[in-house]
């Protein structure tokens, strides 16, 4: 975000930098006796400056979002003809242009010979054959009596109206940029508002899987406990310590995207213990997880839907079965494996149900193109493969 900001404000000083080197090129290359000191001095090059920075940001951040964008056209159209009119009225580029700070008669107003000196510096004549008729002088002038001003003409010292093609030339370009650059950052907050719209519906469907995994295993678990109590059992208080300390990961710590893969494991540890209070001795247990280090990270819950779909449907009280659970930590990703016999066949709701697709999306978001699932099931057995790349 502050990355993002910086380089805005870098680019939009740059463009401004640009345009007000453009009139200190265009007049110094006019007038030879003219520094750019002097340019920077005068009233007129910031009038010019101000004039567009405030009208491309007056569009830019309050008429185009707040009167375009809510469909109010016939008001939008209305200022931006004020706008039209009033730099036609301003004329901000004639007026530099017509301003000369050195302090010579301005450069729209010289003769043409003195136009080409200025541009040349020397004084050069054009030939005979392009040269004007001479004037007339009538017989008064030759008198010593000025002659009348001729007809049509305007009077001494009076500039005729000038059209500042220029000035509405750059209003046009300004209100271009002005638009285009509105209309990247509407583009940019709708991004932005999907993203967040993601991430609060992935927030969702976690807690939604909170409160699906807590039920599912808490009244078997709880019984469990129960009845180890009744019997003294030893066991008893560290059951209800690992109860305790699943129940304090899911509802407490897991709170972010990504959680050290040791308190995953330590819950998944937990769970694995609490199962074994009702599974019979024909039930072998294969786990095994190797390389785990302490910078490592996961998706909260990500390994939880297929540990308990393995303990789901995965356990006979009469026949005897192995359920295989393997997790290998590497130095670029994570590798998880189970495999379990199939006891009790789900039916198709819960074989594509809530959990799985639920798990599907969630590694779609905090994985994207970095995860790889892969699930068989057959009449026997289900298998679980998952690859996390980092």
Request: glycine residues 4%; proline residues 8%; hydrophobic residues 40%.
């Given at each position: 975000?502050?990355?993002?900001?910086?380089?805005?404000?870098?680019?939009?000083?740059?463009?401004?930098l640009?345009?007000?080197?453009?009139?200190?090129?265009?007049?110094n290359?006019?007038?030879?006796?003219?520094?750019?000191?002097?340019?920077?001095?005068?009233?007129?090059?910031?009038?010019?400056?101000?004039?567009?920075?405030?009208?491309?940001?007056?569009?830019t951040?309050?008429?185009?979002?707040?009167?375009?964008?809510?469909?109010k056209?016939?008001?939008?159209?209305?200022?931006v003809?004020?706008?039209?009119?009033?730099?036609?009225?301003?004329?901000?580029?004639?007026?530099?242009?017509?301003?000369?700070?050195?302090?010579?008669?301005?450069?729209?107003n010289?003769?043409?010979?003195?136009?080409?000196?200025?541009?040349?510096?020397?004084?050069?004549?054009?030939?005979?054959?392009?040269?004007?008729?001479?004037?007339?002088?009538s017989?008064?002038?030759?008198?010593?009596?000025?002659?009348?001003?001729?007809q049509?003409?305007?009077?001494?010292?009076?500039?005729?109206?000038?059209?500042?093609?220029?000035?509405?030339?750059?209003?046009?370009?300004?209100m271009?940029m002005?638009?285009?650059?509105?209309?990247?950052?509407?583009?940019?907050?709708?991004q932005?508002?999907?993203?967040?719209?993601?991430?609060?519906?992935?927030?969702?469907?976690?807690?939604?899987?909170?409160?699906?995994?807590?039920?599912?295993?808490?009244f078997?678990?709880?019984?469990?406990?129960?009845?180890?109590?009744?019997?003294?059992?030893?066991?008893?208080?560290?059951?209800?310590?690992?109860?305790?300390n699943?129940?304090?990961?899911?509802t407490?710590?897991?709170?972010?995207?990504f959680?050290?893969l040791?308190?995953e494991?330590?819950?998944?540890?937990?769970?694995i213990?609490?199962?074994?209070?009702?599974?019979?001795?024909n039930?072998?247990?294969?786990?095994?997880?190797?390389?785990?280090r302490?910078?490592?990270?996961?998706?909260p819950?990500?390994?939880?839907?297929?540990?308990?779909?393995?303990?789901?449907y995965?356990?006979?009280?009469?026949?005897?079965a192995?359920?295989t659970i393997?997790?290998?930590?590497?130095?670029n990703?994570?590798?998880?494996?189970?495999?379990n016999?199939?006891?009790?066949?789900?039916?198709?709701?819960?074989?594509?149900?809530?959990?799985?697709?639920?798990?599907?999306?969630?590694?779609?978001?905090?994985?994207?193109?970095?995860?790889?699932l892969?699930?068989?099931?057959?009449?026997?057995t289900?298998?679980?493969?998952?690859v996390?790349?980092?």
């Open positions: 975000m502050i990355h993002s900001k910086a380089t805005n404000v870098i680019i939009h000083l740059a463009g401004w640009l345009f007000m080197v453009f009139p200190l090129l265009f007049m290359g006019l007038r030879d006796n003219t520094s750019i000191a002097s340019i920077l001095a005068s009233g007129y090059y910031w009038q010019f400056i101000l004039c567009y920075v405030c009208i491309f940001y007056l569009h951040y309050y008429v185009f979002p707040q009167i375009f964008l809510k469909k056209y016939l008001l939008y159209g209305l200022i003809a004020i706008g039209f009119v009033a730099v036609y009225l301003l004329q901000p580029f004639d007026g530099l242009l017509s301003h000369n700070p050195a302090g010579n008669p301005p450069f729209r010289k003769p043409p010979q003195e136009r080409i000196e200025s541009n040349t510096g020397r004084n050069t004549f054009p030939p005979p054959e392009f040269r004007p008729p001479p004037r007339y002088e017989p008064d002038s030759l008198n010593g009596r000025p002659n009348p001003p001729p049509g003409r305007d009077k001494p010292g009076r500039r005729p109206p000038l059209v500042d093609i220029t000035s509405q030339f750059i209003f046009i370009m300004i271009a002005s638009i285009a650059t509105g209309t990247l950052q509407q583009w940019r907050l709708i932005k508002r999907m993203v967040q719209a993601e991430a609060d519906k992935a927030n969702a469907e976690l807690s939604f899987l909170k409160a699906q995994i807590n039920p599912h295993f808490l078997n678990t709880l019984n469990n406990i129960y009845a180890l109590a009744l019997t003294n059992n030893q066991n008893t208080a560290t059951a209800i310590m690992k109860l305790s699943i129940m304090r990961y899911v407490e710590e897991v709170t972010e995207d959680v050290p040791q308190s494991i330590a819950c998944i540890l937990d769970y213990d609490l199962q074994k209070l009702r599974l019979s001795k039930i072998q247990l294969d786990i095994q997880i190797e390389g785990v302490e910078n490592m990270h996961i998706g819950l990500i390994l939880m839907t297929f540990v308990e779909n393995v303990f789901k995965g356990v006979s009280k009469k026949e005897p192995t359920i393997k997790l290998l930590a590497e130095e990703q994570i590798r998880f494996f189970a495999r016999h199939i006891f009790t066949l789900p039916d198709k709701a819960e074989r594509t149900g809530i959990g799985l697709s639920n798990t599907r999306k969630r590694l779609a978001h905090l994985y994207p193109n970095t995860h790889e892969t699930i068989t099931a057959d009449e026997k289900f298998t679980v493969e998952l996390l790349k980092s």
